[in-house]
């Protein structure tokens, strides 16, 4: 069984590759929309798409906040690598 | 302007994809990217290829500090690389101190985003510049 800190680790990489893959996908989208040639409708779903991403990347910076806020409040009763109660 | 083009960067994370986003993202803006997902990877990749920059997970394994040994090690090696030490870290003061001591140029605490990428690389693309 994953201990406390390798499932907070493994939460925080999650995170990260949420706010990491959607900037990279944002950055194929802008160039997407530098192309010539594109029909407008085409142009708003492609910067729908954009502001989509911006919104899992903020929204996923405060899931981190609330990730930490909740592994400060385990890590001081808890012992993350043994599971048990801190002083028993 | 003195930059080796196209400038070599290499990511070290244990998650891989972490490292694969990262990658596709600077390869396409023209760097050579090399993704790694272990230290002794990592330093093998840095002697035979000599990136300039590095970004290196502190948190490389299980509650262990690898990411540590490999910018000691990488320093060592080369002591002009610039190397950017990522991870989350409850007493970031104090980390980031002793990164920086140990040679890091900049210690990211907290999620990772590609404008923050961007702006420490362009940071280093005018180091390189002023100190050629």
Same mark, same amino acid.
């Given at each position: 069984m994953p201990s406390i800190r390798d499932l907070f680790h493994s939460l925080g990489n999650k995170h990260n590759i949420l706010t990491i893959g959607c900037g990279a996908t944002k950055e194929v989208v802008s160039e997407c929309l530098k192309e010539r040639g594109l029909s407008k409708e085409l142009k708003d779903k492609l910067i729908e798409i954009q502001g989509n991403l911006e919104s899992i990347i903020k929204e996923t910076f405060e899931a981190d906040k609330i990730t930490i806020e909740i592994h400060d409040r385990i890590y001081k009763i808890i012992d993350p690598d043994t599971g048990k109660l801190r002083g028993v | 302007m003195n930059i080796d +083009?196209?400038?070599?960067?290499?990511? /070290?994370? #244990?998650? *891989?994809?972490?490292?694969?986003? &990262?990658?596709?993202?600077?390869? @396409? +803006?023209?760097?050579?990217?090399?993704? /790694?997902? #272990?230290? *002794?990877?990592?330093?093998?990749? &840095?002697?035979?290829?000599?990136? @300039?920059?590095?970004?290196?997970?502190?948190?490389?394994?299980?509650?262990?500090?690898?990411?540590?040994?490999?910018?000691?090690?990488?320093?060592?090696?080369?002591?002009?690389?610039?190397?950017?030490?990522?991870?989350?870290?409850?007493?970031?003061?104090?980390?980031?101190?002793?990164l920086k001591e140990l040679g890091a140029l900049h210690f990211i605490n907290g999620r990772l985003d590609m404008e923050d990428f961007d702006r420490y690389i362009k940071e280093i693309e005018n180091l390189i510049v002023s100190r050629s």
């Open positions: - | +083009k196209p400038l070599k960067i290499m990511i /070290v994370d #244990d998650e *891989k994809g972490i490292t694969r986003c &990262f990658k596709e993202y600077f390869s @396409r +803006k023209g760097f050579v990217v090399f993704e /790694v997902n #272990d230290g *002794k990877s990592a330093i093998e990749i &840095f002697e035979k290829e000599r990136p @300039r920059i590095c970004f290196i997970d502190v948190w490389m394994a299980s509650g262990t500090h690898e990411g540590v040994d490999i910018l000691k090690r990488i320093k060592e090696i080369e002591e002009s690389v610039y190397c950017i030490m990522m991870g989350p870290c409850s007493d970031e003061e104090n980390t980031a101190m002793r």
